[in-house]
């Protein structure tokens, strides 16, 4: 479970050798597999909360 949010967490941060992928880019390459193998319940459950996941990534943060 841990790993699929690393990778999620990857692809929509900017990196200093990338830019950072828009969601709907990062849940297709997770999806189509271009970032490794996962378990099909986990890749469910990832769908079922992306609209959560995106919410928060657009709230503001308290540094």
Do not use: W
């Not at 828009?22 to 769908?47: S, V």
């Amino acid at each position: 479970m841990v790993s699929i949010v690393d990778v999620y967490d990857a692809l929509v941060s900017p990196r200093v050798y990338k830019k950072a992928f828009p969601h709907e880019q990062a849940m297709r390459m997770i999806m189509n597999g271009e970032c490794g193998t996962f378990n099909p319940l986990l890749l469910e459950c990832l769908i079922e909360i992306q609209d959560r996941i995106q919410a928060y990534d657009h709230e503001p943060q308290n540094h």
